[in-house]
């Protein structure tokens, strides 16, 4: 009866190292196919992408310059302060009034001044011209929605037609904040006929229609 038994226990080990052996040879085939397809692929793939590259235009390596071709400026020298820098025709009041670059006393005294700290006219963004309204602007109260305004400066001449009208207080700064697109805001003191420091602004809103620059 022993004998018999170590004799079953014999084969069992045997038949368990056969299996085992079974196992682990066939795991080593299995890992070293994947390994040997794995490193086939990935050799093909670089192969591939060296050719790809090999045959690429020159142009493809290049940086990829922005489409939107950029604007030119308009003003190859900008105004200096004091200077006379164009003019403003109204044309519904048959009137050219000067513009000088800054909004001192010194600048309103000659004629319309423009905003130092906005841009100039017929550029992107909010072009700002003040005057008085006992010089001037006196008649600017008849301008109003749909009437043209133009300024002829060294760049060109810019057209503007008003889209609003506000009367805002005297410390409103609303006037010069930045705008999406070319708009000209012109501004003189209000009402027209106050005597003394008038408590309000007239306010005429413009967006550019059409431009003529200069060659």
């Known amino acids: 009866m022993r004998r ?12 368990l190292l056969f299996i085992s052996g079974a196992l682990i040879a066939g795991g080593l085939w299995f890992s070293t196919t994947n ?12 192969v591939e992408k060296s050719q790809r ?5 020159a142009s493809a390596y290049e940086k990829k310059e922005d489409s939107k071709p950029k ?3 308009l003003y190859a020298v900008r105004p200096k302060k004091g ?7 109204i044309p519904k009041l048959n009137a050219t009034l000067p513009i000088y670059h800054g909004t001192d006393e010194d600048e309103l005294e000659k004629g ?7 841009v100039l006219p017929g550029e992107e963004d909010n072009s700002v011209l003040s005057g008085h309204r006992d010089t001037v602007f006196r008649k600017l109260g008849e301008i109003g929605k749909r009437d043209v305004l133009t300024v002829r400066t060294s760049a060109g001449e810019f057209t503007y037609k008003v889209k609003r009208v506000r009367i805002v207080d005297a410390d409103d700064r609303t006037v010069i ?8 805001t012109v501004t003189t003191c209000y009402p027209f006929n106050f005597i003394g420091d008038a408590p309000q602004r007239y306010i005429l809103e413009a967006f550019l229609v059409d431009q003529k620059l200069n060659p």
């Open 35 to 46: 390994v040997y397809k794995f490193a086939k692929g990935y050799l093909m793939f670089k």
């Open 112 to 118: 319309v001044g423009h905003y130092a700290n906005s």
């Open 4 to 15: 018999e038994k170590k004799r079953a226990k014999g084969g069992k080990r045997l038949a």
């Open 177 to 184: 904040v930045p705008k999406p697109k070319a708009t000209l």
């Open 83 to 89: 200077e006379d820098m164009g003019e403003l025709y």
């Open 53 to 57: 590259e090999e045959f690429k235009p």
């Open 71 to 73: 604007e030119k400026e």
